[in-house]
C-alpha cells in the first residue's frame, strides 16, 4: 500500500498488483491494500494465482466500505486459465472445470460496470519468440475460444466482450508492432460482431501492452532502456489503453528504486514531453503504416482461420499445432541471432 501511494505521487495512473499467495485474499487484506487510494480516479488491476471469485468479492466489500461510487471504478483481474495452460502445461483443475469457473466469474463481473475479469494474453506467444503476426493470430484464437465458451453458456456477446482485456507484448520491431495493435482492433470487432452483439461499442478492443523479454540482454543492460523505450512508444502509437514498462534490469536481478524510476519516466516522457496523449490514432493515413497494417492483419486473419478450423484454440493446443509453429519461430530466430545473421546488441554483437 505503501509503496503503491508513492508511485501514485509520481505519476501512475493505473495500479497493477500481485497476489503470489491466493490464500491471503480477504475483505480485510484489500481493505488495507487500498487505504488512502482514490479508487475512482486510478485504475485497478490484480493478477493471482487463484481465487478469482474471492478477489472479486473482496474488492467488492472493500469499495463499498469505502464508500467509492461502483460506476466509476476501472479495474481488471486477470484470469486466464487457457493462457496458464498454454504456459505451464497444465491446470491446477481440469481444462472444463477452469472454464465452468471463468463462465462463473463473467457473471459475477458482470454486476460491476468497468470490471474486467478475462484476460487473454500474449505475453506467452511472444516471450516464447513468436513474432508479431503469430502472436496477434493465437491471442485473437485465445479471446475468441473464450468468448464461444461463454456465449454458449447464456452469456450475452455484450456482456462476454466487454468482460475482456486483452495484454501484447511488444517487441522490437517498431513500425510492425504498431501496425500489430491497430490490426488487432480491426480483426476483433470482426470476430465480434460474428457473435450479433446489440451494440457496436461491445467491438471495441481493450489493449494492455507489456515490453517484451526476448531481445533483452544481460551483458549490456542498459541497451535495454533503448528497446524498452522504443517499444513503449509502439505501444502508445499503435493504441494500447495503458502500458507496462519493465526496468531495465528485471530479467537478472530484483529492479532497484534507479531502475523502477527509469521505467515510469519513460512512460511520462511519452505523455508530458512527447504529448503521444493527444491524438487518438497518430498513424492513421501514413501510407506505410495503413498498408502495413493490412498486411499484418491478413496473414493473422489466415493463422486464425486455420486455428479455428482445428477446432479452435484449446484443440489446436490439444494437438500441439501452436507449440509446433511457435518452436519453428523460436529455433529460426535464435539460429539466425547465433549466426549473426540477426544482431543484438549486447548478446551476440
Same mark, same amino acid.
Given at each position: 500500500?505503501?509503496?503503491?501511494?508513492?508511485?501514485?505521487?509520481?505519476?501512475?495512473?493505473?495500479? /497493477?498488483? !500481485? !497476489?503470489?499467495? +491466493?490464500?491471503? !485474499?480477504?475483505?480485510?487484506?484489500?481493505?488495507?491494500?487500498?487505504?488512502?487510494?482514490?479508487?475512482?480516479?486510478? $485504475?485497478?488491476?490484480?493478477?493471482?494465482?487463484?481465487? %478469482?471469485?474471492?478477489?472479486?468479492?473482496?474488492?467488492?466489500? %472493500?469499495? &463499498?466500505?469505502?464508500?467509492? @461510487?461502483?460506476? &466509476?471504478?476501472?479495474?481488471?483481474?486477470?484470469?486466464?486459465?487457457?493462457?496458464?495452460?498454454?504456459?505451464?502445461?497444465?491446470?491446477?483443475?481440469?481444462?472444463?472445470?477452469? *472454464?465452468?469457473?471463468?463462465?462463473?466469474?463473467?457473471?459475477?463481473?458482470?454486476?460491476?460496470?468497468? *470490471?474486467?475479469?478475462?484476460?487473454?494474453?500474449?505475453?506467452?506467444?511472444?516471450?516464447?519468440?513468436?513474432?508479431?503476426?503469430?502472436? *496477434?493470430?493465437?491471442?485473437?484464437?485465445?479471446?475468441?475460444?473464450?468468448?464461444?465458451?461463454?456465449?454458449?453458456?447464456?452469456?450475452?456477446?455484450?456482456?462476454?466482450?466487454?468482460?475482456?482485456?486483452?495484454?501484447?507484448?511488444?517487441?522490437?520491431?517498431?513500425?510492425?508492432?504498431?501496425?500489430?495493435?491497430?490490426?488487432?482492433?480491426?480483426?476483433?470487432?470482426?470476430?465480434?460482431?460474428?457473435?450479433?452483439?446489440?451494440?457496436?461499442?461491445?467491438?471495441?478492443?481493450?489493449?494492455?501492452?507489456?515490453?517484451? &523479454?526476448?531481445?533483452?540482454?544481460?551483458?549490456? +543492460?542498459?541497451?535495454?532502456?533503448?528497446?524498452?523505450?522504443?517499444?513503449?512508444?509502439?505501444?502508445?502509437? /499503435?493504441?494500447?489503453?495503458?502500458?507496462?514498462?519493465?526496468?531495465?534490469?528485471?530479467?537478472?536481478? @530484483?529492479?532497484?528504486?534507479?531502475?523502477?524510476?527509469?521505467?515510469?519516466?519513460?512512460?511520462?516522457?511519452?505523455?508530458?514531453?512527447?504529448?503521444?496523449?493527444?491524438?487518438?490514432?497518430?498513424?492513421?493515413?501514413?501510407?506505410?503504416?495503413?498498408?502495413?497494417?493490412?498486411?499484418?492483419?491478413? $496473414?493473422?486473419?489466415?493463422?486464425?482461420?486455420?486455428?479455428?478450423?482445428?477446432?479452435?484454440?484449446?484443440?489446436?493446443?490439444?494437438?500441439?499445432?501452436?507449440?509446433?509453429?511457435?518452436?519453428?519461430?523460436?529455433?529460426?530466430?535464435?539460429?539466425?541471432?547465433?549466426? &549473426?545473421?540477426?544482431?543484438?546488441?549486447?548478446?551476440?554483437?
Amino acid at each position: 500500500n505503501l509503496r503503491a501511494l508513492e508511485i501514485l505521487m509520481k505519476g501512475v495512473t493505473s495500479l /497493477g498488483f !500481485i !497476489i503470489d499467495n +491466493p490464500e491471503t !485474499i480477504n475483505a480485510e487484506n484489500i481493505t488495507l491494500l487500498l487505504s488512502d487510494i482514490h479508487c475512482d480516479s486510478v $485504475e485497478l488491476n490484480f493478477t493471482s494465482a487463484g481465487k %478469482a471469485k474471492e478477489l472479486m468479492a473482496a474488492l467488492q466489500s %472493500a469499495l &463499498r466500505a469505502s464508500g467509492t @461510487d461502483m460506476k &466509476r471504478v476501472h479495474a481488471g483481474i486477470a484470469a486466464d486459465p487457457l493462457g496458464r495452460l498454454m504456459a505451464n502445461g497444465k491446470l491446477c483443475v481440469p481444462v472444463e472445470e477452469g *472454464l465452468e469457473y471463468l463462465a462463473g466469474l463473467a457473471r459475477e463481473s458482470a454486476k460491476m460496470p468497468g *470490471l474486467k475479469c478475462i484476460n487473454p494474453s500474449g505475453t506467452v506467444f511472444s516471450n516464447a519468440g513468436a513474432g508479431p503476426v503469430a502472436e *496477434l493470430a493465437f491471442t485473437l484464437s485465445l479471446g475468441n475460444e473464450y468468448m464461444a465458451y461463454l456465449t454458449s453458456h447464456d452469456i450475452s456477446p455484450d456482456i462476454a466482450a466487454s468482460l475482456i482485456k486483452f495484454t501484447f507484448g511488444i517487441g522490437p520491431d517498431f513500425f510492425p508492432e504498431i501496425a500489430k495493435l491497430r490490426a488487432a482492433r480491426m480483426l476483433w470487432a470482426i470476430i465480434v460482431k460474428g457473435y450479433g452483439p446489440k451494440s457496436e461499442m461491445s467491438a471495441r478492443m481493450h489493449i494492455h501492452s507489456v515490453t517484451g &523479454r526476448w531481445n533483452k540482454t544481460l551483458y549490456d +543492460p542498459y541497451v535495454n532502456m533503448l528497446r524498452t523505450q522504443t517499444e513503449a512508444m509502439s505501444a502508445v502509437l /499503435g493504441g494500447a489503453d495503458s502500458i507496462t514498462v519493465e526496468p531495465f534490469d528485471v530479467f537478472f536481478r @530484483d529492479p532497484d528504486n534507479f531502475s523502477e524510476r527509469i521505467a515510469r519516466n519513460q512512460q511520462l516522457l511519452l505523455m508530458e514531453e512527447s504529448h503521444l496523449d493527444k491524438v487518438a490514432d497518430p498513424g492513421a493515413g501514413s501510407y506505410y503504416i495503413e498498408e502495413l497494417t493490412a498486411m499484418i492483419a491478413r $496473414e493473422a486473419w489466415t493463422i486464425f482461420l486455420g486455428t479455428e478450423n482445428e477446432g479452435g484454440f484449446l484443440a489446436a493446443m490439444q494437438k500441439g499445432i501452436i507449440q509446433n509453429k511457435i518452436n519453428s519461430a523460436t529455433s529460426a530466430r535464435k539460429g539466425d541471432v547465433g549466426k &549473426r545473421r540477426e544482431t543484438l546488441l549486447g548478446t551476440n554483437q
